[in-house]
């Protein structure tokens, strides 16, 4: 079954650092566009980072960009997200998404949570 | 970036009967390539999101043909022919013509 398995979420304090993964099974990894998308509490969906196929595209949105890093391991079918200066509003559902070349995401992880907080 | 906007936030609908939910972009969908990127997707309580609808009117594999997307350019269109009790949940469209990719605000589907 094609799966996407986020980890690394937890509680942080303003101003701290997590690095979220996630792990990618049952589809060719290297092929596919990946990205982030993340869910406050009783919101809706925010798009956060996108990452081409081998890396060198990326893409931020605008409220993490300077501070989160999203990167990828095609060898670990492995996807990261590392965050910074965790502020109270990156409180959220962090979600992974696979890509694909027409602009939708069709595969999507259960996501971890992520709670920013003094 | 493009805002997109749905209506209604809310819609409490009869099981069996019909239901509609507009998406309306600040500008238009249509890439250079001349396809137009929007997408539903759907998202039960506790649940991660799901794809329903790709490229305006394209069901996504294993979706039900209840489920079905229309529009054009800036103004688009999920319908549910006949509301089940499983449909109850959140439904985004999503724009991916142009970074950065945008989400709706969400309607909320419940059965009334």
């Known amino acids: 079954e094609v799966q996407l398995v986020e980890s690394g979420g937890g509680f942080v304090q303003p101003g701290g650092s997590l690095r979220l993964s996630c792990a990618a099974s049952e589809f060719t990894f290297t092929n596919y566009e990946m990205n982030w998308v993340r869910q406050a509490p009783g919101k809706g969906l925010e798009w956060v980072s996108y990452?081409?196929?081998?890396?060198?595209?990326?893409y931020y949105a605008d409220s993490v960009k300077g501070r989160f890093t999203i990167s990828r391991d095609n060898a670990k079918n492995s996807l990261y997200l590392q965050m910074n200066s965790l502020r109270a509003e990156d409180t959220a559902v962090y979600y992974c998404?696979?890509?694909?070349?027409?602009?939708?995401?069709?595969?999507w992880g259960k996501g971890t949570t992520v709670i920013v907080s003094s | 970036d493009i805002v997109m906007t749905q209506t209604p936030l809310s819609s409490p609908v009869t099981l069996g009967q019909p239901a509609s939910i507009s998406c309306r972009s600040s500008q238009s969908l249509v890439h250079s390539d001349g396809n137009t990127y929007l997408s539903w997707l759907q998202q039960r309580p506790g649940q991660p999101p799901r794809l329903l609808i790709y490229?305006?009117?394209n069901r996504f594999s294993g979706v039900p043909d209840r489920f079905s997307g229309s529009g054009a350019g800036t103004d688009f269109t999920l319908k549910i022919s006949r509301v089940e009790a499983e449909d109850v949940g959140v439904y985004y469209c999503?724009?991916?013509?142009?970074?950065?990719?945008?989400f709706g605000q969400g309607t909320k589907l419940d059965i009334k």
């Open positions: 990452i081409s196929t081998g890396g060198r595209t990326i």
């Open positions: 998404a696979r890509e694909t070349i027409f602009f939708y995401m069709d595969v």
């Open positions: 490229k305006i009117s």
């Open positions: 999503m724009q991916g013509t142009q970074f950065p990719h945008t």
